[in-house]
């Protein structure tokens, strides 16, 4: 089975001038954006960068190792002209004028339009790039290295995450240990790989949740409202086209191939891991908590107790008899529920011992995700159950019949 192809040709996509011609552009090398002056094609902007290694937010990335989109299209074309229809590709209009409530919580943070470049605001609304002397500039939306880390420099993921051994090697011929060094390699690097479900769920919070007080304290929401790993990342943001670049798979198609996976098994698990990244990071939120009696301080009190008890009512409502073992945490008699009633109830977070039980309470629910995220998910039927009425952000993209 051939995956990849050095010659891909694209089905025409109907009605989409636009569209047609920032992929032209891509595909020949012409420049779509601008990063200084000028406005960019409305069909390709956005904003966004993801922090390196699926770090918490807060660490600005280093723009001196992001390569931009522009780098990954001989690859992925699909992926691409996909990417170029989301919300996510478009995000960097939120920020880009510098007036509104961009500028009341730039004024608060006492950050100036010259610096939006390289600040908070950038990191989950832009993809930061470095040019030249003048430092970080605003390349494009929240684009390929915002969601699978800054992949550039001699020690980056880029040249090495599609290399499978000596030159003509693909990955049918890759040999175990090959894979398990290159993947080692780019991890450590900072990619987030769509297999490693806990660093693709932490990565998404990692925006989609406000970890900074003082932003949230100055007016702006402390989350994205109604966000859901499984709804949210199989609608408009899909493209699992790296083996067939006219067909976006249900799941990723190379990690299908790879592991034999099952793509409904998949969302089974990502389902339970992002609800319980949500409370590790409702939990991590109140670990940066200075002003108890700030409104930071109450969006994530009410977070922690509400994300933890959907999560018990959902387990014990699927499991009637007997909760699996690592599931088990999150029932309403367990040590856990113990320490995370402690936290909302009793914990004075002005002081440091305070915040510090909440790190650590938040560090033991990572673990627990972790494990989770190591299933299969062939033994979680009744996980489906909750998922039959999932709301999917926007429609998965796909070519038009000819």
Same mark, same amino acid.
């Given at each position: 089975?051939?995956?990849?192809?050095?010659? @891909?040709?694209?089905?025409?996509?109907?009605?989409?001038?636009?569209?047609?011609?920032?992929?032209?552009?891509?595909?020949?090398?012409?420049?779509?954006?601008? !990063?200084?002056?000028?406005?960019?094609?409305?069909?390709?902007?956005?904003?966004?960068?993801?922090?390196?290694?699926?770090?918490?937010?807060?660490?600005?990335?280093?723009?001196?190792?992001?390569?931009?989109?522009?780098? +990954?299209?001989? +690859?992925?074309?699909?992926?691409?002209?996909?990417?170029?229809?989301? $919300?996510?590709? &478009?995000?960097?209009?939120?920020?880009?004028?510098?007036?509104?409530?961009?500028?009341?919580?730039?004024?608060?943070?006492?950050?100036?339009?010259?610096?939006?470049?390289?600040?908070?605001?950038?990191?989950?609304?832009?993809?930061?790039?470095?040019?030249? @002397?003048?430092?970080?500039?605003?390349?494009?939306?929240?684009?390929?290295?915002?969601?699978?880390?800054?992949?550039?420099?001699?020690?980056?993921?880029?040249?090495?995450?599609? =290399?499978?051994?000596?030159?003509?090697?693909?990955?049918?011929?890759?040999?175990? &240990?090959?894979?398990?060094?290159?993947?080692?390699?780019?991890?450590?690097?900072?990619?987030?790989?769509?297999?490693?479900?806990?660093?693709?769920? $932490?990565?998404?919070?990692? +925006?989609?949740?406000?970890?900074?007080?003082?932003?949230?304290?100055?007016?702006?929401?402390?989350?994205?409202?109604?966000?859901?790993?499984?709804?949210?990342?199989?609608?408009?943001?899909?493209?699992?086209?790296?083996?067939?670049?006219?067909?976006?798979?249900?799941?990723?198609?190379?990690?299908?191939?790879?592991?034999?996976?099952?793509?409904?098994?998949?969302?089974?698990?990502?389902?339970?891991?992002?609800?319980? =990244?949500?409370?590790?990071?409702? =939990?991590?939120? %109140?670990?940066?908590?200075?002003?108890?009696?700030?409104?930071?301080?109450?969006?994530?009190?009410?977070?922690?107790?509400?994300?933890?008890?959907?999560?018990?009512?959902?387990? !014990?409502?699927?499991?009637?008899?007997?909760?699996?073992?690592?599931?088990?945490?999150?029932?309403?008699?367990?040590?856990?529920?113990?320490?995370?009633?402690?936290? @909302?109830?009793?914990?004075?977070?002005?002081?440091?011992?305070?915040?510090?039980?909440?790190?650590?309470?938040?560090?033991?629910?990572?673990? %627990?995700?972790?494990?989770?995220? &190591?299933?299969?998910?062939?033994? %979680?039927?009744?996980?489906?159950?909750?998922?039959?009425?999932?709301?999917?952000?926007?429609?998965?993209?796909?070519?038009?019949?000819?």
């Amino acid at each position: 089975m051939k995956l990849f192809h050095t010659k @891909t040709v694209l089905r025409p996509v109907v009605g989409m001038a636009l569209l047609l011609a920032a992929a032209g552009c891509l595909l020949f090398g012409t420049t779509v954006l601008s !990063g200084s002056g000028g406005v960019p094609s409305a069909a390709a902007t956005a904003i966004g960068t993801t922090v390196a290694g699926y770090a918490e937010p807060g660490s600005i990335v280093d723009a001196s190792k992001v390569m931009g989109y522009k780098a +990954c299209v001989t +690859c992925h074309k699909s992926e691409i002209i996909s990417w170029m229809q989301t $919300k996510h590709a &478009k995000s960097e209009l939120t920020i880009r004028n510098f007036s509104g409530n961009v500028q009341k919580y730039c004024e608060a943070l006492e950050i100036t339009k010259d610096k939006l470049a390289s600040s908070i605001c950038a990191e989950c609304h832009a993809t930061p790039k470095a040019s030249g @002397t003048r430092g970080a500039r605003i390349d494009s939306g929240i684009s390929c290295e915002s969601c699978h880390g800054p992949s550039g420099s001699e020690q980056g993921w880029l040249n090495r995450h599609a =290399v499978y051994g000596p030159n003509g090697s693909t990955p049918e011929n890759e040999t175990p &240990k090959h894979f398990a060094d290159r993947v080692k390699f780019c991890e450590k690097a900072g990619m987030v790989r769509a297999a490693s479900l806990y660093n693709v769920a $932490k990565n998404c919070q990692s +925006c989609h949740t406000i970890l900074d007080e003082e932003l949230v304290n100055a007016g702006h929401k402390s989350s994205s409202s109604g966000f859901e790993l499984v709804g949210w990342s199989t609608g408009e943001v899909r493209h699992n086209f790296h083996q067939n670049q006219a067909d976006n798979s249900a799941g990723p198609s190379l990690w299908k191939w790879r592991n034999k996976g099952n793509a409904k098994n998949r969302k089974r698990v990502m389902f339970l891991v992002g609800k319980i =990244v949500n409370i590790e990071i409702a =939990v991590r939120g %109140l670990s940066k908590i200075k002003d108890p009696d700030s409104d930071y301080a109450g969006a994530f009190m009410e977070r922690t107790g509400e994300s933890f008890g959907e999560l018990v009512e959902m387990i !014990g409502g699927v499991f009637e008899d007997e909760i699996p073992e690592d599931l088990a945490a999150f029932s309403e008699d367990s040590e856990l529920a113990e320490k995370i009633g402690a936290l @909302t109830e009793d914990t004075d977070f002005s002081e440091e011992e305070g915040r510090k039980a909440a790190a650590t309470v938040a560090d033991e629910v990572a673990k %627990l995700a972790q494990q989770i995220a &190591k299933r299969d998910g062939s033994k %979680l039927e009744a996980i489906g159950e909750l998922m039959e009425d999932l709301e999917v952000k926007g429609e998965a993209y796909s070519y038009p019949s000819p």
